[in-house]
């Protein structure tokens, strides 16, 4: 086969890897979770979304190439104590700002077989970007998403929660989340 000019040129555009195929996370909910760990003066706790979804897929056979977003609905976040959640709506404003999505665009390798995650999260009206420590396994189609981040409330216009002027919420929350699923074909 003779190359031709455009042959060449087309295969510099379009390299095999952007041909191969993507599969598409389907999560599952009782193996997956998002935490996030509150620091506060008199009570510390955890609070747990019941509620939310993800677009994750991966390009190719390398888990490096995991990519997609996960969409928070704010309203799912419980602490298991009514009145405080109550409170924690809104402070959060969950009226104008019900949601908050992560998108993960770019996996890092961080030399010692984890991955640091770089992306935006959109929480409070405020896109900013975002980088933390994940952890990726893929077993026999089985994708599991793992990894912690620190996030300062006020870097997305809220500010410290305070109440009866001695009780207050560092603004500095610490998330968990474990995604896991099953890929499918597309």
């Not at 190359?3 to 599952?28: E, F, H, K, R, Y």
């Not at 933390?132 to 500010?159: N, W």
């Amino acid at each position: 086969m003779k190359l031709t000019p455009v042959t060449i040129l087309a295969a510099l555009l379009c390299p095999p890897a952007l041909g191969a195929a993507s599969q598409t996370l389907v999560i599952d909910p009782n193996r997956s979770s998002v935490e996030v760990g509150v620091q506060a003066t008199i009570d510390s706790f955890t609070a747990r979304f019941t509620g939310f979804t993800a677009d994750l897929s991966i390009q190719g056979d390398g888990v490096e190439r995991v990519s997609g977003q996960i969409h928070f609905i704010l309203a799912s976040l419980r602490t298991d104590d009514t009145d405080r959640d109550e409170q924690m709506y809104k402070w959060l404003e969950n009226d104008k700002f019900p949601n908050a999505d992560v998108a993960l665009e770019n996996l890092v390798p961080d030399g010692h077989g984890d991955f640091a995650g770089k992306g935006k999260l959109k929480f409070h009206g405020t896109e900013r970007d975002v980088s933390f420590p994940v952890k990726i396994k893929l077993d026999q189609g089985t994708l599991t998403v793992e990894g912690d981040a620190t996030l300062d409330t006020r870097d997305y216009g809220l500010p410290i929660y305070r109440r009866f002027l001695i009780f207050s919420v560092n603004p500095v929350v610490h998330v968990r989340f474990r995604v896991t699923g099953r890929l499918a074909p597309q």
